[in-house]
């Protein structure tokens, strides 16, 4: 049953980046971004306030968005600070892909290719074979996990990379790429796991590559931390309310930090 879920899963990634590059192709030309990809979008916002290593942003939606200082760190990019003016790319699952200050430099860069090998287990890491026949290795942002790992060994895809050289986003390259994607989760053996995201609260913060949360239910957990995220990590504290994104291992891959409360305190 739990393998029947998977591949399930697994075909309608295939649908949500099939209907990005058909909505793509649908809007022409005139709104084109030539480093975005097919199904991509950029919101105008203004900074509220920055608190809690997050920006909270208003794009005129009906609710804020919150968006990691973290994205811009890594970058070597200035913090946002209140009355900011930013460009918030999101993803066609509405998931943050990147955010600029207006004006401010992004050398987004589109790749035309194929998977050349699985990714290896946390998904973090991609080897590119491009249209021209060069390998090229890319680690993974943790919001494009889910969705470069369901795209077939050999199927025509195109590839956004930041300026960090990671993979930010994905999709296929046409019509026929789709359709083959299809065959081939119909006839191989899916992918072992997809990632769970669970609400906790901080019990110990990191400490020898693992915390330690206590889960909605009121239940104590132990979670390894992968590498690339022990960075943001350190920076959790006792208390903090957290999402955690946990991989088919059951070790935390990616973290988004909730605003405290008016109160300042976490129960």
């Known amino acids: 049953m739990r393998r029947y879920f998977i591949w399930q899963a697994a075909i309608l990634t295939v649908g949500l980046l099939s209907s990005a590059t058909f909505v793509g192709a649908a809007s022409g030309a005139?709104?084109?971004?030539?480093?975005?990809?097919?199904?991509?979008?950029?919101?105008?916002?203004?900074?509220?306030?920055?608190?809690?290593?997050?920006?909270?942003?208003?794009?005129?939606?009906?609710?804020?968005?919150?968006?990691?200082m973290g994205v811009r760190k890594e970058k070597n990019l200035p913090s946002l600070k209140k009355g900011d003016r930013v460009e918030i790319t999101l993803n066609e699952q509405n998931l943050l892909v990147d955010v600029h200050v207006i004006g401010e430099a992004s050398h987004h860069l589109?790749?035309?290719?194929?998977?050349?090998?699985?990714?290896?287990?946390?998904?973090?890491?991609?080897?590119?074979?491009?249209?021209?026949?060069k390998e090229e290795s890319h680690f993974v942002r943790p919001v494009a996990r889910s969705k470069v790992a369901s795209v077939p060994v050999g199927v025509d895809a195109v590839f956004l990379i930041d300026e960090l050289n990671k993979i930010?986003?994905?999709?296929?390259?046409?019509?026929?790429?789709?359709?083959?994607a299809e065959e081939l989760w119909q006839k191989k053996t899916p992918l072992?796991?997809?990632?769970?995201?669970?609400?906790?609260?901080?019990?110990?913060?990191?400490?020898?590559?693992?915390?330690t949360v206590k889960t909605e239910d009121g239940k104590e957990h132990h979670y390894e931390v992968?590498?690339?995220?022990?960075?943001?990590?350190?920076?959790?504290?006792?208390?903090?309310?957290?999402?955690?994104?946990?991989?088919?291992?059951?070790?935390v891959t990616d973290v988004a930090i909730l605003p405290r409360s008016s109160e300042g305190t976490h129960k």
């Open 30 to 68: 005139e709104g084109a971004h030539p480093q975005l990809l097919p199904g991509d979008r950029v919101l105008i916002g203004t900074v509220e306030e920055v608190r809690s290593e997050q920006a909270k942003i208003d794009t005129g939606e009906m609710s804020p968005r919150f968006v990691p």
């Open 226 to 251: 992968r590498p690339l995220i022990q960075k943001r990590m350190e920076k959790l504290t006792k208390g903090d309310a957290v999402v955690l994104l946990l991989d088919e291992e059951n070790k």
């Open 192 to 211: 072992k796991g997809s990632f769970n995201r669970t609400n906790v609260v901080i019990l110990t913060p990191l400490d020898r590559n693992a915390i």
């Open 168 to 180: 930010v986003d994905v999709t296929y390259g046409d019509k026929e790429a789709v359709l083959h």
């Open 110 to 133: 589109v790749v035309h290719g194929q998977l050349a090998e699985p990714l290896v287990t946390g998904h973090d890491k991609a080897v590119i074979r491009t249209a021209k026949g």
